[in-house]
């Protein structure tokens, strides 16, 4: 573990965009990115758990992108489809 890396991670939480700001790709890349991280190590435990936390928000935010893309879906094919009554 080297401290240059320890104050990489802490500088790069200072540029995080906020996670509701991000679109479905945005978030998934960031994701892919902070899961890699972790796996390498190397972090200390409070950057380990910044990251880990930055995860967390991340997935939430792409469930929720791909929850409204489900809906939308759902929409089209009921009003596309006038003949199924629920």
């Known amino acids: ?10 500088d790069d939480t200072e540029d995080w965009i906020p996670v509701e ?3 479905y790709e945005q978030a998934r890349d960031e994701l ?6 972790l ?3 190397g972090l200390d435990l409070d950057a ?3 990251l880990w ?3 967390e928000a991340l997935a939430t935010r792409c469930e929720e992108h791909l929850a409204g893309a489900r809906a ?3 929409a089209a094919i009921a009003e596309s489809d006038p003949d199924d009554d629920d």
């Open 53 to 55: 936390e930055r995860g």
């Open 39 to 41: 796996e390498h190590g």
């Open 21 to 23: 700001d991000l679109g």
């Open 72 to 74: 939308r879906i759902e």
């Open 1 to 10: 573990m080297t401290q240059d890396r320890d104050d990489e991670t802490a």
């Open 32 to 37: 892919v990115d902070v899961v890699a991280t």
């Open 48 to 50: 380990s758990l910044a």
